[in-house]
């Protein structure tokens, strides 16, 4: 394994990409999704691109890359179409000491993208290293098939089990065996039929004192 997995929190910090065309588009997209402060370096952007510009969401320098630019940033990506900035970002991310990601160009990067399979706060990566992304898609599009959107509410119940349980004080190997019950338990199946009432009267009979979908202030669509 030549990579180690990890997950970074980008919140709040400033992230580079430089380039403007569909694949740093989709870049600067899942870095929004992760609350990070983008900017975008690129003459020209995309139409979706020029619309969060517009609006403020991400800062633009209507220009092409310069030497320095990675300096101040927590990470950086390159999109773009032309080798030489490839090769420029690339020597200036390393000196500066800044992760560089240049897509489709493995051997000029120093961490690499997953394909992602998100059901709310459950993330599934999945990786082949950089030899095969063709592979990994797939991989991902299965893995899409097989988790569903009852995924994101089962953790979303679990999360807020977890919670309760902890406000009312209960001794943490109770709280383990509640947990570990829901987990082993029918909850993703009755969540994957929207049977709702079994959802209740699962919570009810495992966790006692009344507990609901309602009563944890979580909503099922």
Not at 3 to 24: D, H, M, S
Not at 68 to 94: P, Q, Y
Not at 130 to 135: E, F, I, K, L
Not at 195 to 206: G, Q, S
Request: overall charge positive; proline content about 5%.
């Amino acid at each position: 394994m030549e990579y180690c997995p990890v997950f970074l929190r980008v919140a709040g910090r400033p992230c580079l990409v430089v380039g403007g065309g569909e694949v740093a588009d989709r870049k600067v997209q899942m870095l929004l999704r992760a609350r990070a402060r983008v900017t975008v370096i690129s003459p020209a952007l995309t139409e979706g691109l020029a619309a969060l510009a517009d609006a403020g969401d991400i800062a633009h320098q209507p220009r092409r890359y310069h030497g320095g630019d990675v300096r101040g940033f927590w990470i950086v990506f390159a999109a773009t179409s032309d080798e030489s900035v490839h090769a420029d970002v690339a020597r200036d991310a390393e000196a500066a000491g800044v992760p560089l990601n240049v897509v489709d160009r493995p051997q000029l990067c120093s961490f690499i993208v997953p394909a992602v399979v998100s059901r709310g706060p459950l993330t599934i990566a999945v990786s082949t290293g950089g030899a095969s992304p063709g592979m990994a898609r797939r991989l991902r599009e299965e893995l899409e098939r097989q988790f569903g959107e009852e995924y994101a509410q089962a953790i979303e119940i679990l999360g807020a089990v977890r919670q309760r349980l902890r406000a009312q004080s209960r001794p943490p190997s109770e709280r383990r065996r509640i947990l570990a019950n829901l987990v082993q338990s029918q909850l993703l199946e009755f969540l994957r039929a929207q049977r709702p009432t079994e959802v209740d009267r699962l919570l009810d009979t495992t966790v006692g004192d009344g507990t609901s979908v309602a009563s944890l202030g979580i909503r099922l669509s």
